[in-house]
Structure formats: structure tokens, C-alpha cells
């Protein structure tokens, strides 16, 4: 993977994305550092990823008063919904932060607020993009299938431990969908191994379509893929979804000049509060 050089126009607080749990907090932030109004400001954790998108921002900065259990199920929820996003947490208070915890989670750093100037906050940032495209593209490596592009199994099975947690908290609906490709091992020795890859990588990019982008698609081992959805608000939507995609596979592949077939088997599982 390539590495990207830093965005000439990341120094702009017009490409930042604030977010705090309470106005007040913002407030203080933006009194002690008058650059961060000038950022887009999320009122509502639901936005983010959305803000994120729309203006191509180039880091986030979370304004925190306490660390607690709370920021920490915050931030794993910010990691895997926005994987390629610097994160940098600013503290009202010098406040006994475990900086360690918090950089093992995923942010790239932690400062208070106190020790900042306008000046330096751009270079902090800078460092932050630097550090997290460089970890992306190591943990890009160790935790994507090489072949598809999508999560491999070691991926899927952290995002599916944190889902599971969550929901217990929020009483949320998790769901699993298992997929495999029928007669895959028949369309390999007929066609080639050649044709059999180019269609594992041809299937995972349509499922990866269908579903949501805050869903996580995998490959687990061959043919053998698996969808983790979380956040929903019932079976009967996640059942929808299993229907949905039955559908979608019925049309068939067009690789090398041969129309291929392939239909695929679903099973589903559940989880709730």
C-alpha cells in the first residue's frame, strides 16, 4: 500500500471535526482555543461519520473532561466506524488520563488543553494524520485479506467481541450472517484458479455494496464469508437483509469472456441484550 503524503490544508480548522459530550465543554474548549470554532462542530455521535464524509475532513478532535468507561466504549465505536480517522483527545483539566489505554484503543494523542496554543495544535494534528496512516496501513496489512480487500478473521472476530459488548450495554440487536459460495470448488477446477480468485474478489466487492458501511464484511476461509450487522432493530430487519442479498446473487459473474453462476447459502444468528 502506498503511503499518502499529510493534506497541505489539514493546518486549516476548517478540516477538523469537534465533537464533546456536553456544550459546555465545547465552550470551554473553543474559549481556550479560539481555531476550534472555526471546525466542524457534531452535535450528535450519529453525525460523525457522516460530517467525516461529506467535507473530506482530515482529523477528528474529541474534548473530554474525565476518562472513563464511557470514553473508552466511544472511542472503540469511533475506531471501527471510521478506521482511517486521526484522533486526537484534548482534556478541560490536566486530568490523570491512562494515555496508554487510550493509544492502545486507537487514538493518536492525548493533550490538555492547558498546555496548547494555536500554534502548536496544527502540529499536533499533523503528527496525528502521520501516525495514523502509518498504523493503518500496518494494521491494513494484518487485518484485511490480501485477496478480497475485506476483514479477514482476526479482524472480524475483535469487531464482533466489541459489538456484542455494546449491545449488552444499549440493548441493542446484533446480527451474523454466515455466506458461502455454492459450488465453488466445481467453478475452480472447471475454470481455473485464476477465474475461482477473480470471482471470490468480484462477490466480496457486491456484498460489501449491498450491505451498510458500518457493517463488516469478511472473509473467514475460501468461499466461507460472513457479515457482521450491528445496531439493529430487530430480526425481521436482519432476516430482510439475508433476503436481500439472496436476491443480489442470482445474477450471475461475467469473468473472461464466461457467464458464471454462483448462488449462495445463508445462515443467521442473533444476539440481543
Known amino acids: ?19 464533546r459530550f456536553e456544550q459546555s465543554i465545547g465552550q470551554k474548549a473553543i474559549e481556550a482555543l479560539p481555531c476550534l470554532g472555526e471546525s466542524h462542530l457534531c452535535e450528535h455521535v450519529e453525525d460523525i461519520r457522516k460530517t467525516w464524509y461529506q467535507n473530506k475532513l482530515k482529523a477528528i478532535i474529541l474534548v473530554v473532561e474525565k476518562h472513563d468507561t464511557l470514553l473508552e466504549d466511544w472511542v472503540c465505536r469511533l475506531v471501527m466506524a471510521l478506521p482511517e480517522a486521526p484522533l486526537v483527545l484534548l482534556s478541560i483539566e490536566p486530568l490523570i488520563l491512562d494515555e496508554i489505554k487510550l493509544l492502545e484503543l486507537g487514538v493518536q494523542d492525548v493533550w490538555p488543553i492547558s498546555e496548547l496554543t494555536e500554534a502548536l495544535l496544527p502540529r499536533i494534528l499533523q503528527h496525528a494524520i502521520i501516525r495514523k496512516q502509518v498504523e493503518y496501513q500496518t494494521r491494513h496489512l494484518a487485518h484485511y485479506d490480501a485477496l478480497t480487500g ?124
Open 1 to 19: 500500500m502506498k503511503p499518502i503524503d499529510p493534506p497541505s490544508d489539514f493546518t486549516h480548522p476548517s478540516s477538523w471535526l469537534l465533537y
Open 150 to 273: 475485506v476483514a479477514n478473521r482476526t479482524l472480524f472476530q475483535d469487531r464482533l467481541d466489541h459489538s456484542l459488548l455494546h449491545a449488552r450495554r444499549e440493548g441493542h440487536v446484533v446480527g451474523l450472517l454466515t455466506i458461502d459460495l455454492d459450488r465453488f470448488s466445481v467453478i475452480n477446477e472447471h475454470y481455473g484458479h485464476d477465474v475461482g480468485d477473480q470471482l471470490l474478489k468480484l462477490f466480496a466487492r457486491r456484498l460489501s455494496d449491498i450491505v451498510r458501511r458500518s457493517d463488516t464484511v469478511a472473509r473467514l476461509s475460501g468461499n466461507n464469508f460472513a457479515v457482521l450487522l450491528e445496531q439493529m432493530a430487530n430480526e425481521h430487519v436482519i432476516t430482510g437483509v439475508a433476503e436481500k442479498l439472496c436476491s443480489a446473487f442470482n445474477e450471475p459473474y461475467f469473468i473472461r469472456d464466461h457467464e458464471i453462476f454462483c448462488s449462495i447459502s445463508i445462515g443467521i444468528e442473533l444476539a440481543s441484550r
